[in-house]
């Protein structure tokens, strides 16, 4: 990680924990739901998509406590996910982020209803942003919308497990992970731009970038399973192995995979060059997801 990137991280990942644990600790809600809520919003994690919303807004100047606010938003949303991806009629894992998973916590019934929770208040969050216009709150609960649902993450997800039964060729691949893993990560990337007052071109090659950050993110999460210990990565390692299910290491060759990976790495750092701005945040975001361990 350059020192650049880890000051940025340093100055505003307290800004964005404090934010989305706030949002949470406040709702009128069970104790025992908050709880579990609040057991996977602290379970830690790289918090790269609220961190990414912040990259975007920066880029533009733009320093709105909003950015903190729509991240913590996203950040909901991705932590719900988790929570019934481990799930037993998913997954089936006891280990997350090096602790027990939700449910075997709290028991599958409340770690169901902590997911959902998080699910909806996400879209209170936005919707109650009254420093945002009304018009870019509306585009920003739409676009969230599309990325975490059946058009986005949750259809991703359908598709992977459907995947798990047949071997994928390399664009059936891409199509599920451009939804599960890359249709979020799209959404923290466009939604700086949404509060930043991008211009088309610019949101364009912003989310040129995403796509391409989007693949290299699970393409090394693909190989991390393979040469990665469950203490490094924090969750099961192997489990692809295990199931035989269809990744880029298993499709490509694990050489293959990396090469792959760079490819997608160069081509967002390229999309990033039509932006007439100080870009290397972005930049140093990037080389940082195709060299992480966990």
Same mark, same amino acid.
């Given at each position: 990680m350059t020192n650049n990137l880890n000051q940025f991280i340093t100055d505003?990942?307290?800004? =964005?924990e404090s934010e989305?644990?706030?949002? $949470?600790? #406040?709702? @009128?809600?069970?104790? @025992?739901? #908050?709880?579990?809520?609040?057991?996977? %919003?602290?379970?830690?994690? #790289?918090?790269?998509? &609220?961190l990414f919303v912040v990259a975007v807004c920066h880029l533009f100047h733009n320093k709105q406590h909003e +950015?903190?606010?729509?991240?913590?938003?996203v950040e909901m949303i991705h932590t719900y996910s988790l929570i019934h991806d481990d799930l037993p009629?998913?997954?089936n894992d006891d280990l997350r982020r090096g602790k027990p998973t939700n449910h075997k916590v709290y028991g599958e019934a409340l770690a169901t209803l902590a997911g959902d929770a998080l699910n909806t208040l996400s879209f209170g969050v936005l919707a109650r942003m009254d420093n945002v216009s009304a018009e870019n709150? !509306?585009?920003?609960?739409?676009?969230?919308?599309?990325? +975490?649902?059946? *058009?986005?993450?949750?259809?991703?997800?359908?598709?992977?497990?459907?995947?798990?039964?047949?071997?994928?060729?390399? &664009?059936? %691949? *891409?199509?599920?992970?451009?939804?599960?893993?890359?249709?979020?990560?799209?959404?923290s990337? *466009?939604?700086?731009? $949404?509060l930043s007052g991008a211009t088309a071109k610019e949101r364009e090659a912003?989310?040129?970038? +995403?796509?391409? =950050?989007?693949?290299?993110? @699970?393409i090394q999460d693909d !190989?991390?399973?393979?040469?990665?210990?469950?203490?490094?990565l924090g969750k099961t390692a192997g489990k692809d192995v295990a199931s035989q299910k269809s990744t880029y290491p298993a499709l490509l060759t694990l050489e293959g995979a990396r090469k792959k990976l760079d490819e997608h790495y160069q081509l967002a750092l390229t999309a990033l060059d039509s932006i007439d701005k100080d870009t290397s945040i972005l930049k140093d975001f990037a080389q940082y997801i195709v060299h992480r361990h966990n």
């Open positions: 505003n990942l307290p800004i =964005i989305l644990y706030s949002l $949470v600790e #406040k709702i @009128q809600a069970p104790n @025992q739901l #908050k709880e579990s809520m609040l057991y996977s %919003l602290k379970a830690g994690g #790289k918090r790269i998509r &609220p +950015a903190y606010t729509v991240g913590s938003a009629s998913m997954d709150r !509306i585009e920003l609960i739409n676009l969230l919308s599309i990325a +975490a649902g059946a *058009e986005g993450m949750v259809g991703g997800q359908v598709l992977d497990i459907d995947g798990e039964k047949r071997s994928l060729n390399l &664009p059936e %691949l *891409e199509h599920v992970h451009i939804n599960k893993t890359g249709a979020i990560l799209r959404f990337i *466009e939604a700086g731009a $949404v912003l989310v040129e970038y +995403a796509h391409h =950050i989007g693949l290299a993110f @699970q !190989i991390l399973d393979i040469v990665g210990t469950s203490e490094e």
